[in-house]
């Protein structure tokens, strides 16, 4: 039998702790803390009472482990995995098995589900403002969306009218304002930063989307679902696998019941999780939306471990992820190569600079350069501080840093480091090698993690 282990943030409690179901709240009492009224979000702390009660009432041999708090249950290596991944996440998390659900705009078997005109293109001002216009002539009257994928919400989405006017946002507080579309003016510096990253900006046509809808996948089969009404949680089941209640417009407030809809979504979430069957990796949901012809279609795909729950049935969930052990248990050999939890490689012609003495102790210059004809142009200059011990690994000695690249995890931007330093005995270790060790690099968050490329260099952290 495949024992589970548990991760659970511990949130503070809602004003309304009396309203929350009282198996939620022996769960969190038995594992996490007392229940005390606070001034936490009620939504946030529902759904992690929700997943720790369902998760240790239905996993065999569950071990819950808490955030921030000592963990003294079996290895996690050697347990199946559920729960939210931290912003920080923990090493034996990135061994994880891969899912490549963040890039569901390069699955083309998905592209017959979306119902709109979709394009994947390369991170080029030019390539991005034509293919904008193209969209605009080919559906006249439905105006464009842009969205930059290499990098989750790290732009906000464009949103392109039907005459070629977008509203451009001021980042320094200025009143907003609507002037005609130019990649440079939505983008700015980060499209000079990630100049000529393939398949970085999806261009797609608008579309109307009603009675927005998520379905859990686990095991390539849908297993449930709710609509995407924010202020619903698990604990508004009604004993639905795929609950009934959607808004047509979504936070209009206006709450419908239609049983009739939500047999729709589970039938074509079904074709559809067939359909990419192939070519998609690890468990996943997928949000729906009906068109103004009352045909249904894939909104996007994510990754299942954070995405939000609305008013699932957790027994249906949890049942289904308890049959299918294999999706959540961490790979020793694995050593979290792109595509774990999301983590993608990218990067490009990158190097790393060291910074001695540095007005931080333990510091490095991140110095990234991109190969302009024959010279190497820098893009960024910055320094960030290695959260070591005073810049030293295990035994005291010095670390060295042999490489970097940039990542995605869960949608979060990462710097993948390696960096080495001689155990007691002298000898050269290079980590992160070893599944327990795990650092980070500043606040963003970045995070020190196995698998992804190397690119040239040297840095050292010095005292």
Not at 44 to 67: K, N
Not at 111 to 135: E, H, K, N, T, Y
Not at 423 to 448: C, E, F, I, K, Q
Request: aromatic share 8%.
């Amino acid at each position: 039998m495949t024992g589970w282990i548990i991760d659970i943030i511990p949130k503070k409690c809602p004003p309304d702790v009396m309203d929350t179901p009282e198996p939620y709240r022996a769960a969190w009492e038995r594992h996490v803390g007392k229940v005390t009224p606070g001034d936490g979000d009620p939504e946030d702390w529902r759904e992690q009472a929700a997943r720790l009660e369902a998760a240790a009432r239905i996993l065999p041999d569950p071990h819950v482990r808490v955030a921030g708090r000592s963990y003294g249950g079996p290895d996690p290596m050697t347990l199946a995995h559920y729960g939210v991944v931290r912003i920080r996440p923990y090493m034996d998390q990135l061994t994880l098995p891969a899912s490549n659900v963040d890039r569901w705009d390069l699955i083309p078997a998905l592209r017959p589900f979306l119902g709109r005109d979709v394009q994947s293109v390369a991170c080029d001002g030019d390539a991005i403002d034509v293919a904008a216009r193209g969209m605009l002539d080919r559906h006249p009257g439905s105006g464009v969306v842009v969205k930059f994928m290499l990098r989750e919400k790290r732009l906000p989405l464009a949103f392109i009218d039907p005459d070629g006017t977008f509203m451009q946002t001021d980042e320094y507080g200025g009143k907003p304002e609507r002037i005609p579309f130019a990649a440079w003016r939505w983008a700015g510096y980060d499209l000079a930063l990630f100049e000529g990253e393939p398949d970085a900006v999806l261009v797609q046509q608008k579309a109307r989307m009603r009675y927005e809808y998520r379905v859990q996948v686990i095991g390539g089969e849908p297993v449930c679902g709710a609509g995407c009404i924010e202020r619903f949680t698990p604990a508004d089941n009604r004993g639905n696998r795929y609950d009934p209640r959607m808004e047509e417009t979504r936070n209009s407030g206006r709450i419908e019941s239609h049983p009739d809809i939500a047999r729709l979504y589970e039938q074509f979430a079904h074709e559809a999780a067939h359909a990419i069957r192939g070519e998609i990796e690890g468990p996943y949901v997928m949000d729906l939306y009906l068109d103004d012809a009352g045909r249904p279609h894939v909104i996007e795909l994510n990754p299942q471990s954070n995405s939000g729950l609305y008013a699932l049935d957790m027994d249906a969930l949890l049942t289904a992820i308890g049959n299918n052990p294999a999706q959540f248990m961490p790979d020793p050999k694995r050593t979290a190569t792109p595509g774990c939890l999301g983590v993608r490689g990218g990067g490009g012609d990158l190097t790393v600079s060291g910074y001695r003495r540095s007005p931080f102790r333990d510091s490095l210059c991140i110095q990234k350069k991109r190969l302009q004809g024959r010279k190497h142009e820098v893009v960024e200059l910055r320094h960030q501080r290695l959260l070591l011990s005073g810049g030293y690994g295990p035994g005291g000695m010095p670390v060295r840093v042999v490489g970097w690249d940039d990542a995605s995890l869960n949608g979060m931007p990462v710097t993948v480091v390696y960096y080495e330093t001689r155990d007691g005995g002298g000898n050269v270790r290079t980590y992160p090698g070893d599944s327990r060790r795990l650092a980070y690099v500043d606040a963003r968050p970045r995070a020190l993690m196995p698998g992804a490329r190397l690119h040239g260099g040297n840095a050292y952290v010095e005292p």
